[in-house]
C-alpha cells in the first residue's frame, strides 16, 4: 500500500505552518516537544541513558537537559516545514553567523570544501542559511526510513538552493565532481557507520566512526570547515564556523585516515559537550558492537573507487 498521502499529509501542515509568524512556530513547536518528550517514552530513556554514560552526569541533570532538548526538537520539525517561506531577508533575521570568513576564504581556494557537522540544532536551516547567503551548497544525506519523508526534505533542501546526493550510491559520484568544482559538500557525521565506519572513542565508548569526510578531504586536497548551528537564547540560531584544515598525509594511508577521522570526531564530540541539549542524544550512535577482530578497513577501497570514477 502506498503511503504517497503521509507525503501530501505533510505538505498540507507545511502550508499551515508557513501561514504563521516565526513566534507562533516557535510557541507551536514548544508545545510540540513537550507532549513528543510525553509520549517517546523509549527515545526518551535512550537519551537519558546515553547522556549519564557519555557525560557523567546525575539523572536530574540528564532529564533537564533532553527535556530541553525535546522541546528544540518540536521546534526544528516546525522549522523544517516553514523553509518554504525563508529568503535570503528572512533568513538573515533569524540567523546569526561566526567567522563566516572561514568558509568564505576555503571556498576561495577552488578545491571545494568539506563541511563537517552534525546533528546538532537545526541542521537543516544550517545548510539553508549558507545557501541563501550565497554559498554553493551541496550535501551528502542518508535517506530517511520513510521515503515520504525524505522526498519532502530533498524537495525544501533543494528549494532554499542545496544539492543533494544519498549515501551508499552512484550519486556519490555525483558528489565527488561536486566538490571538485568548487562546491561546498555538507556531511552529517555523527552517525553510526556500521560495519564500514572506522571504530574510535566518542563521547566516552567505542563507535563506528564515518569517513566520508576524510576520503573526500585526502582525494581532492580539499579544506574541511566545521559547521554547526545553536539555538539563541532570544530566538532564532547561531551558525558557528570553525577554523578550516587538511587531511596530512605522511605515506601511512590507514593512520593518517584513522588521524583526521578522529579530528573531525572529537570537534563534534566537543560541540556536542558545550551545548549538550542540541544534539540527538537518542540516535542510536552506538549501535555497531566494537570487536578489533572484526574492524574493516574499507575505507582505503572507498578512497579508490571515488578516485577512479569522479
Not at 532529564?63 to 531577508?89: A, C, D
Not at 544525506?141 to 519532502?152: A, E, L, M, S, V
Not at 566518542?202 to 578531504?217: I, Q, V
Request: neutral net charge; hydrophobic residues 40%; proline residues 4%.
Amino acid at each position: 500500500m502506498s503511503n504517497a498521502w503521509q507525503y501530501y499529509l505533510l505538505k498540507g501542515l507545511s502550508f499551515i505552518i508557513c501561514l504563521l509568524p516565526y513566534k507562533g512556530v516557535l510557541w507551536l513547536g514548544e508545545i510540540l516537544g513537550k507532549l513528543y518528550y510525553r509520549i517517546a517514552a523509549r527515545q526518551r530513556r535512550r537519551a537519558l541513558q546515553q547522556m549519564q554514560e557519555s557525560l557523567g552526569i546525575s539523572l536530574e541533570t540528564a532529564e533537564k537537559h533532553i527535556s530541553s532538548l525535546f522541546i528544540k526538537l518540536g521546534q526544528t520539525f516546525l522549522e523544517m516545514l516553514y523553509m518554504p517561506v525563508l529568503n535570503r531577508e528572512t533568513m538573515d533575521q533569524y540567523v546569526t553567523i561566526e567567522n563566516r570568513h572561514y568558509l568564505a576564504e576555503a571556498v576561495e581556494q577552488g578545491r571545494g570544501v568539506v563541511l563537517l557537522t552534525a546533528h546538532i540544532g537545526n541542521w537543516e536551516w544550517l545548510g539553508a542559511f549558507l545557501a541563501m547567503n550565497d554559498f554553493p551548497m551541496a550535501a551528502v544525506i542518508k535517506r530517511q526510513p520513510n521515503d515520504q519523508h525524505t522526498r519532502i526534505l530533498n524537495e525544501y533542501r533543494e528549494l532554499v538552493g542545496i544539492e543533494i546526493f544519498a549515501r551508499g550510491t552512484a550519486e556519490l559520484v555525483s558528489a565527488a565532481r561536486a566538490l571538485k568544482s568548487g562546491k561546498v559538500l555538507g556531511f552529517l557525521a555523527d552517525q553510526d557507520a556500521g560495519t564500514s565506519g572506522l571504530f574510535m572513542e566518542f563521547l566516552g565508548k567505542m563507535a563506528s566512526t564515518p569517513t566520508g569526510p576524510t576520503l573526500f578531504a585526502k582525494k581532492f586536497n580539499a579544506p574541511v570547515v566545521p559547521a554547526f548551528i545553536v539555538r539563541r537564547p532570544e530566538g532564532g540560531h547561531k551558525v558557528i564556523l570553525l577554523e578550516s584544515f587538511y587531511y596530512e598525509d605522511t605515506g601511512n594511508e590507514i593512520e593518517d585516515t584513522y588521524n583526521m577521522t578522529s579530528k573531525m570526531s572529537k570537534i563534534i564530540e566537543q560541540t556536542i559537550r558545550q551545548y549538550p541539549d542540541e544534539w540527538l542524544w537518542f540516535q542510536k550512535r552506538w549501535n555497531t558492537p566494537y570487536s578489533e577482530v572484526t574492524i574493516k578497513h574499507e575505507q582505503t577501497v572507498s578512497s579508490e573507487r571515488i578516485g577512479k570514477q569522479a
